[in-house]
C-alpha cells in the first residue's frame, strides 16, 4: 500500500499542492489581518477567542474540503473520465488496493492540512494580536487543550467529509460536480444558525459527516471493484 | 499443444443484448493469432475480458494456464496489452509515463525503457509530454509500453490505428520479431484484413459476438484454392483439349481476357500445360488462383455462415 501512495503521488505536483496550502494559510491570515484596517468593526465581532476559533474553523475546513474535491477531481475523477483507471486495473494490483491508496492520500492531505493550518493561522493570531491589540482576553492553558482536542476531532472529520463528493462526482465522471458538490456541502454547513453558531458548531454534525464520507468512499471503491471498464 | 488463451463459451450481455456470445478462443503459445472483425463485432469486448477489465456474464477464461476470476490480478504481470486506444497520463512525458508502467508492473530494468521506445521507432521524444504526440505517435507508445517488459502474451487491439503504410510494415516487422524471437504469443485485432493475412498463424473471425470461424492460416490459404488460370489466345482450340483430352468440363471462357478458369481442382497445371503444349497452343500465363482473405472475411461476414 506505501509503494502504491508513493507510485499515486509521482503522478501528482506535489510542489503544487504544498504551494497550494501555503497560500490558502496565507489567505486566511490575510482575512484575519484585514480586521486590523477598522478597529470599530474588529471590536464589534472579535469579542473574545471562541469568535475567533469559530471563524479559523470555518476558513480552514470549507478551504480544505473544496480543495480536497480538486484533489479527487485529479486522482480519481480524471482517472474514470479520461480512461487512465483502465490502464490502472489492467496492472498486477488489486483494484480495491489501487483506489483505496488514492482515497487515503486525500484523506491524509485534508486530515494534515486541517491540523497544520490550524497551528499556523492560530500562532499568527495571536501574533498580530500583540501588534494589532484584537482581544485582551487571556490564552489559558484550558482553552488549549480544549481546541487542540476539537481540531483533532474537526480534522478527522474533514478527512471524511472530504470525500462526500465522490458520491456526486463519480456519476457522470464530472469534475464539476465533485467541486460544486463540495461547495454546497460547505454552505450548507456552515450557514448561520445564530451569530456565533451553525450547523458545524454541533460536535454530533461533523463526526457523522465525516463517517458518512468514508462510508461513501467505501461504497463507491466497492462499485468500482466491480464494474467493467 | 499449449494453450496461452482458451475460452468456453464466453458470454457477455450488456443490457440486455449480447454483445459476445459463447466464443471459443484457442490461442496457442507461440502463435500470432489474428482476431478479425468489422467495428463493433466484440473484438475489445472479449479482450477486455481476456485483461478481466470486464467480467463475463457466462463462460469461462483461461490464461497463462490460470482460470480468469473477476478478482485476478495476478496473471496481469505476464500480459501486455494495448485495449480500444492508446490512453497516457497526457500531461506527463512518455518516458515517465512509461517509468511508471515498470513501477506498477513491479519491472525495474530502467534499461528496458529505451530499448522498447527504439523497437518502435520512438526516438528523441521521451521528454515530450503525451499529449503533444500525433496518434500514431502514441500508438507506437502504446506499443513500446506493452512490450517494455517482455510479457508471454500481448493483446494488441487494433494496433496499426494511425499509422502511416510505412508505419505499419515496421510495426509488422516487429511483431513478427516478437514472435519469432521472443517467443511471445500475440493476440492482435483488426477490421484491416491485409494486414493480418500477412502475420497471423491462425485467424479468428467474429461477427455480431459470435466466433464464425478459427482456423490456421495454412488451412485457410490450402482451403481456399479456387481456380487455375490459364492465359490462351486459341481460347477454342484450348477448350477443345481440355474437354476432350483431359476430360474436364468444369471450366468457364472469359473471351474479353483471353482466360479460362479451371475450376477442377483434382488436375495439376503440369497435365494443362503438357496438353497445351502438345496441341501446341501457346500458354500466356498459367496461374493457381486462391480467393484472398478478404474476399473469404468477406464472404464469412457477408453470408454469416460457414462455407462447406
Redesign the interface.
Known amino acids: 500500500m506505501r509503494?502504491l501512495i508513493k507510485?499515486e503521488m509521482?503522478?501528482m505536483n506535489i510542489g503544487s499542492i504544498i504551494l497550494t496550502f501555503l497560500y490558502i494559510n496565507a489567505g486566511i491570515i490575510g482575512v484575519f489581518l484585514l480586521f486590523g484596517i477598522d478597529e470599530d468593526a474588529t471590536a464589534e465581532i472579535l469579542i473574545n477567542y471562541e469568535i475567533v476559533f469559530m471563524l479559523m474553523e470555518v476558513f480552514i475546513v470549507a478551504a480544505f474540503v473544496i480543495y480536497a474535491a480538486v484533489l479527487l477531481s485529479h486522482m480519481i475523477i480524471e482517472e474514470f473520465r479520461?480512461?487512465?483507471i483502465?490502464?490502472?486495473?489492467?496492472?498486477?494490483?488489486?483494484?480495491k488496493k489501487l483506489l483505496v491508496a488514492k482515497v487515503l492520500i486525500v484523506s491524509l492531505l485534508t486530515f494534515f492540512f486541517v491540523i497544520l493550518s490550524n497551528i499556523f493561522v492560530f500562532s499568527s493570531f495571536v501574533y498580530f494580536n500583540t501588534i494589532f491589540d484584537y482581544i485582551n482576553e487571556p490564552i489559558t492553558q484550558g482553552m488549549v487543550t480544549e481546541r487542540a482536542l476539537r481540531t483533532l476531532i474537526i480534522a478527522f472529520s474533514s478527512a471524511g467529509m472530504a470525500l462526500i463528493p465522490l458520491l456526486f462526482g463519480m456519476r457522470k465522471y464530472s469534475v464539476q460536480a465533485t467541486i460544486t458538490s463540495s461547495i454546497l456541502i460547505i454552505a450548507v454547513i456552515f450557514s448561520s444558525v445564530n451569530s456565533s453558531t451553525n450547523l458545524y458548531s454541533f460536535m454530533a454534525t461533523p463526526i457523522s459527516l465525516g463517517i458518512v464520507g468514508f462510508l461513501i468512499a467505501y461504497l463507491v471503491i466497492t462499485k468500482a471493484v466491480?464494474a467493467?471498464? | 499443444m499449449t494453450y496461452i488463451v482458451r475460452t468456453h463459451n464466453l458470454t457477455k450481455v450488456y443490457k440486455g443484448t449480447e454483445v459476445v456470445s459463447e466464443v471459443n478462443l484457442n490461442v496457442k503459445k507461440g502463435e500470432i493469432y489474428g482476431f478479425l472483425g468489422p467495428n463493433g463485432a466484440g473484438k475489445t469486448t472479449v479482450m477486455k475480458m481476456i485483461t478481466n477489465l470486464v467480467t463475463p456474464t457466462g463462460g469461462e477464461i483461461e490464461v497463462l494456464g490460470e482460470k480468469l476470476s473477476p478478482s485476478s490480478f495476478e496473471v496481469l504481470k505476464r500480459m501486455g496489452s494495448i485495449i480500444e486506444y492508446p490512453i497516457f497520463y497526457e500531461k506527463l512525458s512518455a518516458r515517465k509515463n512509461l517509468e511508471l508502467h515498470c513501477e506498477y508492473m513491479g519491472f525495474y530494468n530502467k534499461g528496458a525503457i529505451s530499448e522498447a521506445l527504439k523497437l518502435v521507432n520512438l526516438v528523441n521524444i521521451e521528454k515530450k509530454a503525451v499529449k503533444e504526440f500525433s496518434l500514431g505517435m502514441k500508438q507506437r507508445l502504446a506499443i513500446a509500453r506493452a512490450i517494455i517488459t517482455k510479457p508471454d502474451l500481448l493483446i494488441l487491439d487494433e494496433p496499426v490505428n494511425g499509422l502511416d503504410p510505412v508505419g505499419i510494415r515496421e510495426l509488422r516487422d516487429l511483431f513478427l520479431n516478437l514472435s519469432r524471437e521472443y517467443g511471445m504469443t500475440l493476440l492482435i485485432s483488426s477490421h484491416i484484413l491485409g494486414e493480418i493475412e500477412q502475420i497471423a498463424d491462425t485467424i479468428g473471425v467474429i461477427r455480431e459476438g459470435k466466433l464464425l470461424e478459427e482456423a490456421s492460416m495454412d488451412m485457410i490459404r490450402s482451403k481456399h484454392v479456387e481456380h487455375v488460370e490459364l492465359r490462351v489466345k486459341e481460347q477454342a482450340k484450348a477448350a477443345f483439349v481440355l474437354e476432350n483430352e483431359l476430360n474436364i468440363d468444369n471450366f468457364r471462357i472469359k473471351e474479353s481476357d483471353d482466360l479460362i478458369h479451371i475450376y477442377d481442382s483434382n488436375i495439376s497445371q503440369n497435365d494443362i500445360i503438357h496438353a497445351m503444349v502438345t496441341h501446341q497452343i501457346e500458354i500466356g500465363s498459367i496461374n493457381k488462383k486462391s480467393k484472398t482473405l478478404e474476399d473469404y472475411f468477406l464472404q464469412l461476414i457477408e453470408g454469416g455462415h460457414k462455407d462447406a
Request: aromatic letters at 16%; a positive charge.
Open positions: 509503494s507510485l509521482k503522478k479520461d480512461k487512465t483502465s490502464v490502472l486495473f489492467m496492472y498486477p494490483i488489486n483494484r466491480k467493467d471498464f
